[in-house]
Every structure is written in structure tokens, then in C-alpha cells.
T-cell receptor, first 109, second 115 residues
Framework: GQNIDQPTEMTATEGAIVQINCTYQ??????LFWYQQHAGEAPTFLSY??LDGLEEKGRFSSFLSRSKGYSYLLLKELQMKDSASYLC??????????WGAGTKLIIKP | IAGITQAPTSQILAAGRRMTLRCTQD?????MYWYRQDLGLGLRLIHY???????GKGEVPDGYSVSRANTDDFPLTLASAVPSQTSVYFC??????????????FGEGSRLTVL
């Protein structure tokens, strides 16, 4: 079966750096997405990786290793507004998105 | 520009009742989707439509139906609601599949409680 694994919850301190990991086993691979979802709100797109390596976008970076079935989202200079759930999703060979359950990130002052 | 609009935002209904969740987008996106989100689970695809006039079943289609009469609207109908359909429902759209990043744009969600 297809599976996306990410930690259920993480805690970090304002101003620090946090890395959220995602491992996947899917039928084919057409890209990996990270979405941010604040409590009670809709998910919003953060990043897309289809080739190995690091994609940097401001304070957020996303890394992909296709051979290891592994990705991480790196958040730098954490702010209180970064408290949210972070969803990892993989697009399989049928171009369908398979979603992880999400990682709830708690930022403490 | 509104993006994607869902209605109602929240609804409580009795088991056995029929319910339609509305979804409208103004981005002229080809593909539209309905997901449900339950605590501890990833988003699960109910139904999708790659273009107006076509629909397909997702991971959890039973008890739900959809239609796509035009590009903008993609309503989701629960013919006879059951308590296990209590969930938050998200409508989403994307410009297409397979030929772009596939970035999804989500509506604000419809919280449905079936008693």
C-alpha cells in the first residue's frame, strides 16, 4: 500500500530552526508537496520538489531524496505565526496526491 | 478575486437527511476535488473532476456523489447522511494534473456534523 509518515507533533522555540521529516512509499513518484494549515483554516501551498536536492524559499526550505523516499521541511528563524500543521503529500504515478496525517508544530516563546 | 468558495461553513444535520455541499471557483481551473479531513488522518480524496463533464472516484467515495456541469461548480451530495460522515470537507482546485506543479487551492472548508 501507499504510505506517508511524518511525526504527529513537534515543539520548537521562537527564533530557532526546526526540521520536519517525511518518508514515503508510493506507487510511482511525480513530486512531493508541503502545505501549511493553521488551525481551523484551509491548507496553503508551501513547496514542491520533484528533483533531488534543496529548494529554498525565504525562511522555508524543502529537501528531497527520491532514492531514500525522504523529504524534510526546514523552517528557520521561527515565528509564533509558524505554529500550524505541516502536511506532506506525494503525487503518485496516476497523478493522485497521497497525504500524510500532518505534523502539528508548536512554537514556544 | 474569491478563489474557491464553499457553503455552508458549518452544518448539523440528522442522520438519513440529504445534504449538498456547494463549491464554486473563479480561477477557471480544470481540475476540482473534494477531500475529507479527520483527526489523525491525512486528507482523503472523495471524488474528483479533471475537467467539466467528467468525474472520478477517489479513495473514499461511498455515500457521496458529485457532478461537474460546468467549470466553476463542483457540488458534493450526501444522499443519506450517516454519523461516520461527520468531518471537515475541503473543496480544492488546480489548473491541471500532470503538466504543472499540481498545486492545489483550497476552500475554507465545511464542517459537517451528522447526529
Amino acid at each position: 500500500g501507499q504510505n506517508i509518515d511524518q511525526p504527529t507533533e513537534m515543539t520548537a522555540t521562537e527564533g530557532a530552526i526546526v526540521q520536519i521529516n517525511c518518508t514515503y512509499q508510493t506507487s510511482g513518484f511525480n513530486g512531493l508537496f508541503w502545505y501549511q494549515q493553521h488551525a481551523g483554516e484551509a491548507p496553503t501551498f508551501l513547496s514542491y520538489n520533484v528533483l533531488d536536492g534543496l529548494e529554498e524559499k525565504g525562511r522555508f526550505s524543502s529537501f528531497l531524496s527520491r532514492s531514500k523516499g525522504y523529504s524534510y521541511l526546514l523552517l528557520k528563524e521561527l515565528q509564533m505565526k509558524d505554529s500550524a500543521s505541516y502536511l506532506c503529500a506525494v503525487m503518485d504515478s496516476n497523478y493522485q496526491l497521497i497525504w500524510g496525517a500532518g505534523t502539528k508544530l508548536i512554537i514556544k516563546p | 478575486i474569491a478563489g474557491i468558495t464553499q457553503a455552508p461553513t458549518s452544518q448539523i444535520l440528522a442522520a438519513g437527511r440529504r445534504m449538498t455541499l456547494r463549491c464554486t471557483q473563479d480561477m477557471r481551473h480544470n481540475a476540482m476535488y473534494w477531500y475529507r479531513q479527520d483527526l489523525g488522518l491525512g486528507l482523503r480524496l472523495i471524488h474528483y473532476s479533471n475537467t467539466a463533464g467528467t468525474t472520478g472516484k477517489g479513495e473514499v467515495p461511498d455515500g457521496y456523489s458529485v457532478s461537474r456541469a460546468n467549470t466553476d461548480d463542483f457540488p458534493l451530495t450526501l444522499a443519506s447522511a450517516v454519523p461516520s460522515q461527520t468531518s471537515v470537507y475541503f473543496c480544492a482546485s488546480s489548473a491541471g494534473t500532470g503538466y504543472d506543479t499540481g498545486e492545489l487551492f483550497f476552500g475554507e472548508g465545511s464542517r459537517l456534523t451528522v447526529l
